[in-house]
């Protein structure tokens, strides 16, 4: 049998074919072009277990390529990948062939390849959220410019909507005036492509369960449930609600021996997208949720607030699963008891 690497780069690609003795057959850099990894990887089609692509940025072409060419593909998890750090040598061919091994051995961490279909509607929420954080440098950049030349405070609705002529009417000098005039002007037209956005999103998922189902709960609205949906992708990946409230970046990194901390591992690893949506929720919970400010209140008085609010999230994130994974709307009783 033979397993397959691909070590995989912004302009080309390491693979590597290797046998049940980790001795490889075949191993060449690639351009990024799906003809040449396909034919490359032909001879031995038949008798590969399954092919293992290193989770970048850039996987989509070449996963969904090899899938379609009747090829097992396997996404590796890199965050979850170490490898020996007395190695005096590494490289891409040494990379490659260790995620073959690793396929080998059965060790691999995977990563989850989203389904193709809902991948577009997944990156347009996270092509929002980007312009949302372009959009409030626009309007802090222009408070920022009130504040030094006025003084005073303008919130940030207010900034949202001034126009050019409201810009003129503060009668700053030709510089400042053109600053902020350009900070308007991006922040309007941000916040035209933001609304364009949001109503194809809307239209992509109003009518899924899992959405209608996100909704009933307190602090999560239409922005949310629109991100906690697609960033969870299907629930069943998920084992237990360990798994997912891990994934979610709710649960503590910690490394222990003998009762003692040693220290911590990768707290980034996880979503941060989702890590984001349930600390978001619950600080919309607290406002309109009694038992959810009661709760917050409690761990606060033994804590402080961050790690209260990292512990209604994490509350918001298990039920949440639990919610999925059931098909049934949020209980509040059985949330907080």
Not at 54 to 75: A, F
Not at 174 to 192: C, I, W
Not at 194 to 203: G, Q, V
Not at 292 to 310: C, E, G, Q
Request: glycine fraction near 6%; include cysteine.
């Amino acid at each position: 049998m033979k397993y397959c690497g691909i070590d995989l780069h912004s302009n080309n690609c390491v693979v590597i074919v290797s046998d049940d003795n980790d001795r490889i057959v075949y191993q060449k850099r690639l351009p990024n072009e799906l003809a040449r990894v396909a034919a490359a990887l032909e001879p031995y089609q038949h008798e590969l277990v399954g092919v293992v692509v290193e989770s970048t940025y850039n996987w989509y072409w070449l996963v969904d390529g090899l899938i379609d060419s009747g090829y097992r593909v396997h996404l590796a998890h890199p965050a979850a990948i170490r490898k020996y750090d007395g190695l005096k040598h590494s490289g891409d061919f040494g990379d490659a062939a260790y995620l073959a091994q690793l396929l080998r051995l059965g060790l691999l961490p995977e990563g989850y390849v989203y389904p193709r279909e809902d991948r577009g509607a997944r990156d347009l929420a996270r092509k929002r959220m980007q312009l949302v954080r372009y959009r409030t440098a626009q309007i802090l950049s222009i408070e920022g410019i009130l504040m030094r030349q006025t003084g005073s405070r303008m919130s940030g609705e207010t900034v949202k909507r001034l126009t050019a002529e409201q810009v003129d009417e503060f009668a700053f000098t030709p510089d400042v005036t053109l600053a902020m005039e350009a900070n308007r002007a991006v922040s309007q037209a941000l916040g035209q492509q933001i609304e364009a956005l949001e109503k194809r999103l809307r239209e992509r998922v109003s009518l899924r369960a899992e959405y209608h189902l996100l909704r009933t709960v307190p602090g999560i609205g239409d922005t949310l449930a629109t991100t906690i949906m697609l960033e969870t992708g299907s629930i069943s990946r998920f084992a237990r609600v360990g798994n997912f409230s891990s994934y979610c970046r709710c649960v503590d990194s910690l490394r222990e021996s003998n009762g003692r901390k040693k220290g911590e591992g990768n707290t980034r690893n996880g979503n941060k997208y989702l890590a984001w949506a349930f600390v978001e929720a619950a600080n919309f919970a607290m406002r309109y949720c009694p038992q959810a400010r009661s709760f917050y209140d409690s761990k606060k008085s033994r804590t402080n607030r961050v790690l209260a609010i990292k512990a209604l999230a994490h509350k918001l994130a298990r039920a949440c699963y639990h919610m999925l994974r059931d098909q049934k709307p949020f209980d509040v009783h059985l949330c907080f008891g």
